[in-house]
């Protein structure tokens, strides 16, 4: 391959897959690079995370931490961090989101296999990550108000916002205690299938470098209310049902479902327009309209109600037609 790492050899062959059929995968949204590799009848997975830019280690660190809990984290066959380079066991080619666009009868199924891992997550002991802290949350939030509201030409009150979030994030921090392993970014295209859910296969994970010690909701957040894919709201609704039916989760845990939409969704659509304005990636801004309609399910309830103060008073309700106004 002409365009492949120069490191990637000597990495592999140290490996003892140097004699693998290399084959690229495109990507998008980080300085990642993964490959494809087949040696004889044995595929893997090969990650390319080069230093600065990247760290491999949280990757190494939180998959070991999955593993040794039981949990089903793709098992590391060889890595070498300094040069950002990870071998690791390959899940296949049935992302939940592909899988489910080819077999639509089966979201139920493989929505509760999600769920069922989450509550499996919530019944080990947290990792030894940092914790989703006031100053975390408060940081992303603040992304809508650093690159969504100048990007629209809104004049806003700042103070107001953190102040708001600080209000409503109070009693979610408080409840999140102990706390539970977070993996921050679980959704359709972070859950792999490794069989089909409706016989009750299992699903790996992955892109879980982020994880943080914080409430199990937020997971949850992310995967019922995805970004890049339209889940049905009555689907949400069940799902949350099959969620506190087995976990015993009350209402607490659902104002804390929705205080953390909303703090996840405002994050998101600064995000989006982040990868719009400065990177130059406009196929990002056509998932704006399913956040938008997810945060203000999230801001009707009452438990948000000093940040939807803020938004009706800072965000005109032209741009919260659910498409989020016209970014340029």
């Not at 050899?9 to 980080?30: K, R």
């Not at 049935?94 to 509550?119: F, K, Q, S, T, V």
């Not at 030409?153 to 921090?173: H, K, T």
Request: aromatic share 10%; charged share 25%; with cysteine.
């Amino acid at each position: 391959m002409s365009d492949q790492p120069e490191t990637m050899d000597q990495f592999l062959a140290e490996a003892g897959w140097g004699d693998a059929a290399v084959e690229a995968i495109p990507g998008d949204a980080s300085f990642r690079r993964y490959f494809r590799l087949k040696r004889g009848t044995q595929p893997a997975m090969l990650m390319y995370a080069p230093p600065p830019e990247e760290d491999p280690r949280p990757f190494l660190k939180v998959g070991d931490y999955l593993i040794s809990h039981g949990m089903r984290a793709p098992e590391i066959y060889a890595a070498d961090p300094a040069q950002g380079w990870v071998l690791l066991e390959d899940f296949g080619d049935d992302r939940m989101r592909d899988w489910l666009d080819n077999h639509p009868e089966g979201e139920d199924a493989a929505y509760r296999g999600a769920i069922d891992a989450l509550i499996e997550l919530a019944t080990k002991p947290a990792g030894p990550f940092a914790p989703y802290d006031m100053a975390t949350y408060q940081r992303e939030a603040a992304l809508f108000t650093q690159w969504y509201c100048p990007a629209m030409g809104l004049e806003i009150d700042d103070q107001g916002f953190v102040s708001a979030w600080e209000n409503a994030l109070g009693p979610v921090i408080a409840r999140q205690q102990p706390g539970v392993t977070v993996l921050r970014d679980y959704h359709a295209e972070n859950i792999m299938l490794l069989g089909d859910p409706r016989d009750g296969a299992p699903q790996g994970l992955i892109d879980f470098q982020d994880a943080l010690v914080g409430h199990p909701a937020y997971d949850l957040v992310s995967l019922l209310q995805d970004a890049r894919r339209d889940v049905p709201v009555e689907l949400e609704r069940n799902m949350l049902d099959h969620y506190c039916k087995a976990s015993g989760a009350d209402a607490d845990f659902m104002a804390d479902y929705a205080v953390l939409g909303a703090q996840r969704n405002a994050k998101i659509v600064g995000i989006f327009t982040r990868l719009f304005k400065r990177d130059g990636k406009a196929r990002y801004l056509d998932f704006i309209p399913r956040v938008w309609q997810a945060m203000e399910r999230d801001l009707a309830h009452p438990a948000l109600a000093p940040v939807a103060d803020w938004f009706d008073t800072n965000v005109p309700a032209a741009l919260r037609d659910n498409d989020g106004g016209s970014i340029s």
